[in-house]
């Protein structure tokens, strides 16, 4: 079975793609996962350590080929406030819960929690149900958008990882 062993950031490549997998959010951290793109073509994902896979990147075939990376629509919730200053405070609060989140220039998307949409919508926030691909933020510690290795250091509070 042919391996795709290198992931091209979105932008950074140009070839015409030989297929496409479409990926929910889980999906799309991966290391090794048999995969089947759109057109029907097979392969194995085989990278050197898991990465966050982006819609639009590009896994790179040992042949040369490319397999282009699209994200599925998947439940979410859809965060809106009142002003922009309103956004970036819900922002912060669903950051300092370590919450992926997918920041837009006048929404926030979230994937459902009932739990946490209470809080937001305590905190005056307007809320909606929607079905749309997910393609949340990387973290500062990812290296450009690609990798996670969690590494860092939290100091000696005590919080829960999504």
Do not use: C
Not at 7 to 27: M, Q, R
Not at 91 to 118: C, F, K, M, S, T
């Amino acid at each position: 079975m042919i391996r795709a062993t290198k992931v091209f950031p979105s932008g950074a490549w140009s070839h015409v793609a030989t297929d496409t997998v479409v990926l929910d959010f889980d999906h799309r951290h991966r290391r090794r996962l048999r995969m089947q793109g759109e057109g029907g073509l097979d392969f194995l994902l085989d990278l050197p350590e898991a990465v966050a896979i982006r819609d639009g990147d590009g896994l790179l075939l040992e042949d040369g080929r490319i397999v282009e990376v699209r994200a599925s629509a998947e439940p979410l919730l859809e965060v809106r406030a009142a002003d922009p200053l309103h956004l970036v405070r819900l922002a912060w609060h669903l950051g300092n819960r370590h919450l992926p989140v997918q920041i837009e220039a006048d929404r926030l998307l979230i994937r459902e929690d009932h739990v946490i949409e209470a809080m937001l919508v305590s905190l005056g926030a307007v809320t909606s149900h929607v079905e749309a691909p997910f393609d949340p933020e990387g973290g500062a510690y990812e290296g450009g958008g690609h990798g996670h290795d969690h590494g860092h250091g939290h100091g000696q509070h005590d919080h829960d990882h999504a």
